[in-house]
C-alpha cells in the first residue's frame, strides 16, 4: 500500500496494527497474501472505527478500517486489468482512492464505508487508466469517461462487431450508453488509434529498417526564407517607424489608440477626448491609415525600381 495512505493519519505512538506496504520489492501475490490475513469488519466494527476517526482521529481505527478493505481494491483493480496497465499500478492508485475516501466518509450518513470507497476507488483507477493510454489527453468529460469503459459493453450488447463504427451503429451506442453520439464517435476513434513512436520500425520501399521519423517530410521553412522574413519585418518596422512620424499629431494618437493599442480605443472614447464626431474620428483614422500605408508602399516599391 502507498505510504500516502499512512502518511496521511494523525502520527500516534503505538498503534496496533500496521499497514502492509506495497512497492517493488513486493510481489502482487505476497500483497494478497498478507491482506488477506486482515479480518473483514462488521457493519458495527466498521461503524465504530469510523468513528472514532472521524471524531478523535484515532490512527488505530482508522488502519484498521482502511487495511479491512484492501482486499476490495484488488478486487476493483482486476477488473480493469485489460486496459493495458499492470495490475500493481492500478492498486496503488485505488489505495490513493481508498485513503480519500477514508479522509471523505461521513458514518452518520447510513452508508458502508465499502459502498462509499468504491467510487473514490474507480475514480483513481480511471485517472490512472485515462492518463496513461495516451500522451494526448483523453476522457475530458463525464461523458467521454462513460464511453471509453463502456463501450465494449455497449457494442457486445449491441451485437455490433465491427472495429470502424457506422453512423448508425454510432446512433444506437449512442442511445444505449445515454451519450451524445459525437462522444461515442471521438472515443472510439481514440480508443483504437494507440499512440505510435516515431522511432518505431517503417518499411520502405528503398529501406527496411528505417524508423517513421526519417521519412517524414520537413514541412519546416528554409534558413533563407527565415531570414527574408526576419529582413522584411525588421525593414518593415523601420518604415513604420519612420512615416508614422511624420503625420499630424492628432492623426498620429487616434490612430495608435484605435490600432496600435491593446484594448483599442472606442470611438466614443476619443470623439470625448477631442471633441469632435465619432464619425469625425473614424475619417481621421481612416485618412490616417491610408497614408501610412501609401507612404510605406512607395517608398518600397521605389527601393525595388532601383534594385
Known amino acids: 500500500m502507498k505510504k500516502q495512505i499512512k502518511n496521511a493519519l494523525v502520527p500516534k505512538s503505538e498503534t496496533s496494527i500496521a499497514i502492509p506496504t506495497y512497492g517493488d520489492d513486493t510481489s502482487l ?3 494478497i497474501r498478507t491482506i488477506s490475513q486482515f479480518p473483514i469488519l462488521s457493519a458495527e466494527e466498521e461503524y465504530e472505527y469510523a468513528t472514532k476517526w472521524v471524531k478523535d482521529k484515532d490512527n488505530t481505527a482508522a488502519e484498521k478500517l482502511l487495511v479491512s478493505h484492501l482486499r476490495l481494491v484488488v478486487s476493483v483493480a482486476y477488473d480493469f486489468r485489460n486496459y493495458g496497465i499492470p495490475v500493481q499500478e492500478l492498486v496503488a492508485s485505488g489505495n490513493m482512492g481508498l485513503m480519500q475516501a477514508l479522509q471523505k466518509f461521513d458514518p452518520e450518513r447510513g452508508f458502508r464505508f465499502s459502498t462509499y470507497a468504491m467510487f473514490w476507488i474507480r475514480a483513481e483507477i480511471y485517472e490512472t487508466i485515462l492518463n496513461n493510454w495516451s500522451i494526448v489527453k483523453i476522457g475530458t468529460s463525464a461523458n467521454q469517461k462513460r464511453v471509453f469503459f463502456n463501450l465494449a459493453r455497449a457494442k457486445r450488447a449491441l451485437g455490433i462487431m465491427d472495429g470502424n463504427l ?3 451503429q454510432t446512433e444506437k451506442i449512442a442511445e444505449y450508453l445515454s451519450v451524445p453520439a459525437e462522444d461515442v464517435r471521438r472515443m472510439s476513434t481514440r480508443i483504437v488509434a494507440r499512440d505510435l513512436s516515431l522511432n518505431a520500425p517503417a518499411r520502405t520501399a528503398e529501406q527496411d529498417s528505417a524508423d517513421m521519423l526519417s521519412n517524414m517530410a520537413d514541412t519546416g521553412t528554409s534558413i533563407v526564407e527565415d531570414s527574408e522574413r526576419n529582413e522584411l519585418l525588421t525593414r518593415g518596422g523601420v518604415l513604420l517607424k519612420k512615416h508614422f512620424a511624420n503625420l499630424p499629431e492628432r492623426d498620429r494618437e487616434i490612430l495608435k489608440a484605435r490600432r496600435l493599442s491593446e484594448p483599442a480605443a472606442t470611438l466614443e472614447m476619443l470623439s470625448k477626448k477631442y471633441n469632435i464626431s465619432r464619425e ?9 491609415y491610408n497614408k501610412l500605408r501609401d507612404a510605406i508602399l512607395a517608398e518600397t516599391m521605389g527601393k525595388n525600381d532601383d534594385e
Open 29 to 31: 501475490t505476497s500483497y
Open 166 to 168: 457506422s453512423d448508425e
Open 280 to 288: 469625425r474620428v473614424r475619417q481621421i483614422e481612416e485618412r490616417a
